[in-house]
């Protein structure tokens, strides 16, 4: 080995420890740690480009199979018909979310799109890319949109067609967006002209696999969806799935005839090694292992609360959630285990992976904090109705 490569894997052999390190307390985003890609190491040596339509292929290297049996798994899975499925894997839940609102501006260029004020930074992102007007809606305490609020600006601007973004699962509390709800405001508005994107980073595929859950799918009457892979499914390498209906893609679809396909994606040239990795896991695991991977995180998500309140440290949870708003802690804390915090706030989530042993670290760490100074001050997440996991809903 020359000194130039000596030198490059001293400091790959460097970062890799750093990162192993902090993976030991890594508790406040939302990506798996149960992940097991090695077998897959030899495809990091070509080239695989699913540029284009995955239900059309092209003249390339790609893993366009993979990507097809992955949509229709997660067709299945939100009751979208297979002769009117579409969707891609994408980069992540703001290309989701890109592509969702750029159908609905498609069809209805001069819709207005309402989203509430607790939905993912990426919408605002999203309408300024699209050119889009956008009406903000006040959330409840716990996250969920105003529905009183919505309605009133939707009366407020009745002659534009309504463009919807639901969150399912917001970020920092995991406040869940009923699709009925809005649907119900819609019709008492009398809206003949409405678009319903729902971006299900974290929660699009966990609702579906747990008994009880709100329902969430093209049943519904939903238009697209945006879904995470790097999250609930698990990846090294953010990535997602958007679907919709393929009526939708008519207003988009593009012939590219040096790469003999359709092209309706946001991004053309796409990852086709993330397609791998959550095919991989789909084949591994199958409905059932999903359904036992989100009851773990669940059950794990109740031993959190109940570990909190030992301390009697301030703490709650949305139904069917497994993100955990706590009281913020001091910033030595907020790094150590790597906190998404918001005003006052801060949260745990209880990802694939995350055991028990790491849990009852951290809730140690907040009661030496606790004896050290003790709490004060009222924590206002609950000036509003909240709620415990309820785990017996999913049993």
Wanted: charged share 20%; glycine share 8%; proline share 4%.
């Amino acid at each position: 080995m020359d000194e130039n490569s000596a030198e490059l894997q001293q400091s790959l052999n460097s970062l890799y420890d750093e990162l192993v390190e902090k993976s030991q307390t890594y508790i406040g985003y939302p990506n798996s740690q149960l992940l097991d890609n090695h077998n897959l190491s030899p495809f990091l040596n070509l080239t695989i480009n699913n540029v284009g339509d995955p239900f059309v292929g092209n003249n390339g290297m790609n893993t366009f199979q993979q990507e097809k049996e992955l949509l229709e798994f997660f067709g299945n899975l939100l009751k979208l018909e297979t002769n009117d499925l579409w969707g891609y894997v994408t980069n992540g839940g703001t290309e989701g979310n890109l592509f969702g609102l750029y159908l609905a501006r498609e069809r209805y260029p001069d819709g207005v799109v309402f989203f509430s004020e607790e939905s993912h930074y990426s919408l605002n992102k999203v309408v300024k890319i699209l050119g889009l007007k956008c009406c903000i809606i006040p959330s409840q305490g716990h996250g969920e949109i105003d529905y009183s609020e919505l309605s009133r600006s939707i009366k407020s601007l009745q002659h534009y067609p309504v463009i919807m973004n639901a969150n399912i699962g917001t970020t920092m509390k995991g406040a869940i967006d009923n699709i009925d709800k809005i649907k119900q405001v819609l019709k008492e508005n009398q809206i003949s002209r409405s678009y319903l994107h729902c971006d299900g980073a974290l929660f699009g595929t966990m609702l579906p696999l747990l008994e009880g859950a709100p329902r969430v799918d093209f049943s519904c009457g939903i238009d697209s969806i945006a879904i995470s892979g790097h999250k609930f499914f698990g990846s090294p390498i953010p990535c997602g799935v958007v679907l919709t209906r393929k009526t939708n893609t008519h207003f988009i679809q593009n012939t590219v005839q040096y790469i003999n396909s359709f092209d309706s994606t946001v991004s053309g040239s796409r990852d086709g090694f993330s397609v791998l990795i959550l095919w991989q896991v789909m084949k591994k695991l199958g409905v059932q292992g999903l359904k036992d991977r989100a009851l773990d995180c669940l059950k794990m998500t109740d031993y959190t609360l109940r570990s909190l309140r030992k301390i009697s440290w301030p703490a709650w949870c949305n139904p069917n959630s497994n993100i955990v708003v706590i009281k913020k802690p001091t910033l030595p804390l907020i790094k150590k285990w790597h906190l998404a915090t918001e005003n006052n706030i801060s949260h745990v989530i209880l990802m694939p992976g995350i055991d028990r042993k790491k849990i009852d670290l951290f809730v140690e760490d907040l009661n030496l904090l606790k004896n050290v100074r003790p709490l004060r001050g009222e924590f206002s997440c609950f000036r509003e109705r909240l709620y415990e996991n309820p785990i017996s809903n999913c049993l």
